[in-house]
């Protein structure tokens, strides 16, 4: 079946530090590529996504890459903080039903 | 302003005992979703509702039951609940078309004993 692969389990860095996250899927029909963000005793929160028509996009600090030949694509957090800690999931979504979630990243930001 | 509220937010069940997950939305999405979430294994679909009426099997259904009672509302039930269903659950939904983001509960975290 459908399967996501994210790496790496866990990421620390220092603050002010680049983070990156990567995933892969294997549905070659999946279109639409959304980051989610989850603190601690909450629920995942959406705080990026990129469609199968755009290769890179970005928000203040955090940007998203696509490569759809190579069924990769990649979160990219710059100059990161320490409220940036929390664990990092990305997920791929075909048919516009089933979302397909990669297993985590927890990322630290050392003060 | 309430979103996807779960309910209850913590339970504790023996071994073989039942209980129903509730979940409502107030955001007029026409999907929902189960998840469970496990250590090192991030979010797996257990079920999910395309639409009110319509109910589908996702990655682990096995153990759950679902009723999508109206739009608003999708409830997961245990019928026999085991050690291994402890985990955290969390109902989402999403708006029409292929692109749009989920909006997720609060979770429930369950303790089978």
């Known amino acids: 079946g459908e399967n996501v692969e994210q790496h790496p389990s866990t990421l620390s860095v220092q603050e002010g530090d680049s983070a990156v996250i990567k995933c892969t899927y294997s549905?070659?029909?999946?279109?639409?590529f959304p980051w989610y963000k989850q603190e601690l005793g909450k629920g995942p929160q959406l705080i990026i996504d990129?469609?199968?028509?755009?290769g890179e996009k970005k928000d203040q600090r955090i940007a998203v890459t696509l490569n759809k030949t190579a069924k990769h694509f990649s979160l990219h957090i710059t100059e990161t903080q320490p409220e940036d800690s929390a664990v990092y999931f990305c997920?791929?979504?075909?048919?516009?039903?089933?979302?397909?979630f990669g297993a985590g990243t927890r990322l630290f930001v050392k003060a | 302003n309430a979103g996807v509220t779960q309910t209850p937010k913590f339970q504790v069940l023996k071994t073989g005992q039942s209980m129903t997950l509730q979940c409502a939305q107030d955001?007029?999405?026409?999907?929902m979703y189960w998840y469970r979430q496990d250590p090192g294994m991030g979010l797996r679909l257990i079920y999910y509702?395309?639409?009110?009426?319509?109910?589908d099997k996702g990655e682990v259904p096995n153990g759950y039951n679902v009723s999508r009672l109206n739009k608003r509302e999708f409830s997961l039930r245990l019928e026999s609940a085991a050690p291994s269903q402890t985990s955290v659950y969390f109902c989402?939904?999403?708006?029409?078309?292929?692109?749009?983001?989920?909006?997720f509960g609060q979770g429930t975290r369950l303790t089978v004993v």
């Open positions: 955001m007029n999405h026409n999907s």
């Open positions: 509702s395309a639409s009110e009426g319509t109910t």
């Open positions: 549905d070659s029909a999946s279109n639409y």
């Open positions: 990129i469609r199968s028509n755009v």
């Open positions: 989402a939904s999403r708006g029409a078309g292929s692109d749009t983001e989920a909006f």
């Open positions: 997920a791929a979504i075909t048919g516009g039903f089933k979302t397909i």
